[in-house]
């Protein structure tokens, strides 16, 4: 008999998560409300924001209650629904749960996808989705790019960062990107088209800062930061009069039990700069548009969005701390059916 497996919250991590935090437990399949409809997951999106919502602190979002399933976003199949715009066997994306069955209300960010125009549904997750999208609108709408210039980004060899680097090339600006290790810095330059490729990996402030300064001994125009802590203090020193951060995220500092402040916002001020925290939901009534380029430029072949898929809910804790360990080598997805 079907089940609905859920995978949930049951205890707010404490720096890193551990498997206690978690449950994975069994029940009915929930049937649909009202206006509203039971989706059947088939993909899920394993992002570092999860880790900030397991927090009970303020946030864009409410904390997850405890007690319930991990949210996230999901691409799967209307299993039954009470509401005419949908009808069973539609795929649609939306803001769900890690869990097999969820139920989902139009509106918002639940919507059909057509999944004849994609080589897998997970593209909804990556090149598609929030992870695309998020690369399109960060750098072209609030960095403003212009050829040219100069774009430094963290955690470039991520979903968002690869995604980021390789736009900034397509609109003519020359890329740095910051990994740890060398296959991803292969990866920067072989796969993704950056100019330079810096591993950060043992280094301190002062020494990754030197290297940022050999790439761009003029300073860095834009900065797309996914990193935070030290390699953010890095990218402080070397930044270019009215250069321009875009603040996606700080995953070093998301399992930190102890919040420490960045020490170089001094250079910000000096150089007249910009921070500009950006989050994707602000552009939501325009990812048609986003959506449509990244499209073209993936049917082009100008750019390239590898995904990392992991299979199995059972897995989903493993799979999840793939985001920390720097072990996923591409968009992070979570198959389940």
Same mark, same amino acid.
């Given at each position: 008999?079907?089940?609905?497996?859920?995978?949930?919250?049951?205890?707010?991590?404490?720096?890193?998560?551990?498997?206690?935090?978690?449950?994975?437990?069994?029940?009915?399949?929930?049937?649909?409300?009202?206006?509203? +409809?039971?989706?059947?997951?088939?993909?899920?999106? *394993?992002?570092?924001?999860?880790?900030?919502?397991?927090?009970?602190?303020?946030?864009?979002?409410?904390?997850?209650?405890?007690?319930?399933?991990?949210?996230?976003?999901?691409?799967?199949?209307?299993?039954?629904?009470?509401?005419?715009?949908?009808?069973?066997?539609?795929?649609?994306?939306?803001?769900?749960?890690?869990?097999?069955?969820?139920?989902?209300?139009?509106?918002?960010?639940?919507?059909?996808?057509?999944?004849?125009?994609?080589?897998?549904?997970?593209?909804?997750?990556?090149?598609?989705?929030?992870?695309? *999208?998020?690369?399109?609108?960060? +750098?072209?709408?609030?960095?403003?790019?212009?050829?040219?210039?100069?774009?430094?980004?963290?955690?470039?060899?991520?979903?968002?960062?690869?995604?980021?680097?390789?736009?900034?090339?397509?609109?003519?600006?020359?890329?740095?990107?910051?990994?740890?290790?060398?296959?991803?810095?292969?990866?920067?330059?072989?796969?993704?088209?950056?100019?330079?490729?810096?591993?950060?990996?043992?280094?301190?402030?002062?020494?990754?800062?030197?290297?940022?300064?050999?790439?761009?001994?003029?300073?860095?125009?834009?900065?797309?930061?996914?990193?935070?802590?030290?390699?953010?203090?890095?990218?402080?020193?070397?930044?270019?009069?009215?250069?321009?951060?875009?603040?996606?995220?700080?995953?070093?500092?998301?399992?930190?039990?102890?919040?420490?402040?960045?020490?170089?916002?001094?250079?910000?001020?000096?150089?007249?700069?910009?921070?500009?925290?950006?989050?994707?939901?602000?552009?939501?009534?325009?990812?048609?548009?986003?959506?449509?380029?990244?499209?073209?430029? +993936?049917?082009?072949?100008?750019?390239?969005?590898?995904?990392?898929?992991?299979?199995? +809910?059972?897995?989903?804790?493993?799979?999840?701390?793939?985001?920390?360990?720097?072990?996923?080598?591409?968009?992070?997805?979570?198959?389940?059916?």
């Amino acid at each position: 008999m079907a089940e609905n497996r859920r995978f949930l919250l049951v205890r707010r991590p404490s720096g890193e998560p551990v498997p206690e935090d978690f449950a994975l437990v069994s029940g009915p399949i929930p049937e649909a409300p009202e206006g509203g +409809l039971v989706v059947r997951n088939h993909f899920i999106s *394993l992002d570092p924001a999860q880790r900030g919502w397991m927090d009970d602190a303020p946030s864009y979002m409410p904390p997850i209650p405890l007690g319930d399933p991990v949210r996230a976003t999901t691409v799967g199949v209307v299993h039954a629904s009470n509401n005419p715009n949908f009808t069973p066997g539609q795929w649609v994306m939306g803001l769900n749960a890690m869990e097999d069955y969820s139920v989902a209300q139009p509106g918002g960010f639940t919507m059909p996808v057509d999944v004849n125009a994609v080589a897998s549904p997970s593209n909804f997750l990556s090149a598609l989705g929030a992870v695309g *999208l998020t690369a399109y609108f960060g +750098l072209l709408e609030v960095a403003r790019p212009k050829a040219g210039e100069t774009l430094l980004v963290s955690g470039a060899a991520g979903a968002v960062g690869s995604a980021v680097g390789q736009i900034g090339k397509i609109v003519g600006c020359r890329v740095i990107g910051i990994a740890g290790g060398a296959e991803k810095g292969r990866r920067l330059i072989e796969d993704y088209g950056f100019d330079v490729a810096i591993d950060y990996r043992g280094k301190s402030v002062e020494a990754l800062a030197a290297d940022i300064r050999e790439a761009a001994p003029d300073g860095v125009d834009m900065v797309f930061e996914n990193v935070g802590g030290d390699v953010m203090d890095a990218e402080l020193l070397n930044l270019a009069h009215n250069a321009r951060i875009v603040l996606c995220g700080l995953i070093s500092e998301y399992n930190a039990p102890e919040k420490v402040g960045i020490r170089n916002l001094w250079r910000v001020l000096t150089t007249r700069s910009t921070i500009h925290g950006f989050l994707i939901a602000d552009y939501a009534d325009r990812f048609a548009e986003g959506g449509a380029k990244m499209a073209q430029w +993936l049917g082009e072949g100008r750019l390239r969005v590898d995904e990392d898929i992991q299979e199995g +809910l059972e897995n989903a804790y493993d799979a999840f701390m793939r985001l920390f360990t720097g072990a996923n080598t591409g968009k992070l997805v979570l198959k389940i059916a």
